[in-house]
């Protein structure tokens, strides 16, 4: 990492987040969008650029860009039209990109970034806590080929080719490494959420490009560089950084820098130029001949009905409703199977707080140590708020419940049935418990004085003994009230 030798210069960010949509079919033709397919075998005339193939716009494609747009409190035009962008690669067939230049899909908004987005070694020292990154637009495109670098060739996928792509392009606000992070993560929770894309930054499915420039407080903004090849969010935090650094290193040096394009090499931890940056005029932009302007009325009502609640109004509505704390409600909004099941569990406990202990507290680890995902979970939430009843109306006491859940999770049994067939129904039979009391008091001489002699917590050692010769079966409470009760004779 370089060491930053002047601490007065402002970084300026913006990201152009690439987002592949989450439809069947690719955004000009008929073919399948597979992740993972055999190379080359799902591809048409149309994706491979033939001469005389025509194009025909995927609706869906259109109507969830609209549905991110309201999502994200963007602006829908409308109309908007696509545009040819051209340029010679070998992963664009028909060397031009079917995208949109000066009429896009959606215009304005921004992205919330919430405290708990953030990375976790930064969430103490927030800067500007409850920012909004505003957004210029949201593009629809096609997306490029996938291209293969080997030691001495590279081969080209052109299954990728023609995917339908969202471009989100954000202003310049983001003000350092941290703020990037808690924007994508953000932003990645809300395309999840929408239902739009799954966002899997490691399958292609989430693409960062981040500008970055450096300036003294009292200077313009300073030169653009772009920065790609990203796969991680932690990655983008780490090369926003070092990117920052080497710019203000290179400035304090005397260099000039240029605009250009760099590429991060996670493993090298440093940024490596690829080629000067293009400017738009240099891809020679005019409206696709084929392709007619799209009146997004024709959708826009029946798109208004898919807003979900977002991550950030279900966190508030589970403090609101269900008096729990703001970070546990973040935890279970972070995935939105998560907050569902929360939801279901919920629906009608009489203690929320212990419905929300338990799934982040037992459930989540639970699933990690079996490396399941909360939509294979073996225990319904119906199960689990069954099993938070047993515990609060004292027909099992805690350590029971727990383990009454790892049966529950190893079996996918019931509650009660467990209880039933392991014998674990809690003895709150005062009678029966008194006596147990007694015997643990006769052989307790050396706890009893303690406690006669104003050391209180000895009677845990007697209660410890109770619950033993009960075999754990002995309400905790009631044998906490009797014991007390007996020592003060």
Known sequence: MLVTPV????????????????????????????YGAEPNTRTCPVCLGF???????????LEMTALTGLMLGCTVPEVCKFDRKNYFYPDM???????????????GGGVPLNEFAYPKDAQKSIVNPGKVVRL?????????AKSTHFGTNSGIDFNRAGTPLMEIVSEPDIANPEEAFAYLTALQQILIYGGVSDADMEKGQLRCDCNISVALPSEPLGTKIEIKNMNSISAV???????IERQIAAVEKGEKLKQSTRRWDDDAGKTFEMRSKESAHDYRYFPDPDLLPVETSVFMDEVRTRRPELPHEKRERFVRDFGITPYDASVLASEKTLAEYFDAAVKHAKKPKSVAN?????????LAAAEKSIADCPISPGALDELINLIESGTINSTQGRTVFAEMFATGKPAAQVVEEKGLKQVSDTGAIEALCQQAIANSPKAVAEYKSGKLQAVNSIKGQ????????ANPALVGEILEKLLAQ
């Open 358 to 366: 338990w799934v982040i507290n037992d459930l989540l680890s639970a």
């Open 237 to 243: 935090r780490r090369a926003v950084a070092y990117e």
């Open 93 to 107: 067939p028909k060397n031009y990109q079917i995208t949109q230049y000066d009429q896009p899909i959606c215009l």
């Open 136 to 144: 210029t637009r949201i593009h629809l495109e096609e997306d490029v």
């Open 51 to 61: 001469p005389g193939a025509l194009p025909v716009m995927n609706r869906a494609a």
């Open 466 to 473: 109770v619950m033993k010769l009960s075999q754990g079966k």
């Open 7 to 34: 601490m007065s210069y402002v970084p300026t960010i913006g990201l152009e987040v690439h987002v592949q949509l989450k439809t069947r079919s690719k955004m000009f033709c008929g073919c399948a969008v597979e």
